[in-house]
């Protein structure tokens, strides 16, 4: 059970270029986030699924897109990368939106735009 | 708008210590709070989730307490230890609708020295 995977680790973009961050999970977890943490400062929600086909935007979804083809794939596309997108992204995932359930977090994407 | 901030920014304490992590929030009308625990290059773990008709938790050294009228949350941490050291975050959810509703704080630095 390897929880909540993300790849890569690391990448340095150039401004304009675009890139797909990957995120899976292996619990059958209906929910999954995508966050952002830039230095400082709290974690900020891109954008969320309910489950396959269903996704809608966080707080600060402008310049991403996603997709849920699946239950365990949740990619988080940057089509033109800007230099404001610089920063560490994090994918989690729970089981339902029920209070008493927590997220659970992959080891988070630094990504940075040169 | 909901604001959670987090006081100190960092904190340095011997190791045996008993500490208390502050976290305040604007609006009271909250759902649930989480603390997190996040090392370095890593994502978060969850440590303590406390709903907004709790007052409490407790997990091993850990305690967590939730005044929603005064808009505060402390974390106390007893007989610290250096495998304690990290940063501590605290989530705040205000309702039900998993979207757009949790704000993080930008969390505490925390090192326990041996």
């Known amino acids: 059970n390897a929880g909540v995977t993300q790849t890569p680790k690391f990448r340095i973009l150039k401004i304009g270029q675009s890139m797909t961050l990957q995120c899976t999970q292996d619990m059958n977890h209906n929910y999954m986030y995508w966050y952002r943490q830039d230095p400082g400062m709290g974690l900020k929600l891109i954008y969320y699924?309910?489950?396959?086909?269903?996704?809608d935007k966080g707080e600060v979804p402008n310049g991403y897109n996603v997709s849920r083809s699946t239950t365990e794939d949740f990619p988080l596309r940057l089509e033109l990368a800007a230099p404001s997108q610089t920063s560490v992204y994090f994918c989690a995932s729970s089981y339902s939106s029920s209070s008493n359930q927590p997220q659970h977090f992959g080891d988070g994407t630094r990504l940075s735009i040169l | 708008k909901q604001e959670v901030t987090q006081i100190p920014a960092a904190l340095s304490v011997p190791e045996g210590e008993n500490l208390v992590l502050n976290c305040s929030f604007t609006?009271?009308?909250?759902?649930?709070l989480q603390w997190f625990r996040q090392d370095p290059g890593k994502g978060l773990t969850s440590l303590l989730l406390?709903?907004?008709?709790?007052r409490e938790q407790t997990s091993g050294r850990l305690n967590a307490s939730l005044d929603k009228s005064s808009g505060r949350s402390t974390l106390y941490i007893a007989a610290s230890q250096p495998g304690d050291s990290a940063t501590y975050l605290c989530a705040v959810r205000r309702g039900k609708n998993y979207g757009q509703n949790f704000v993080f704080g930008p969390g505490t630095r925390l090192s326990v020295l041996p």
């Open positions: 406390i709903q907004s008709s709790q």
């Open positions: 609006d009271s009308a909250i759902y649930n």
């Open positions: 699924s309910v489950g396959a086909g269903i996704t």
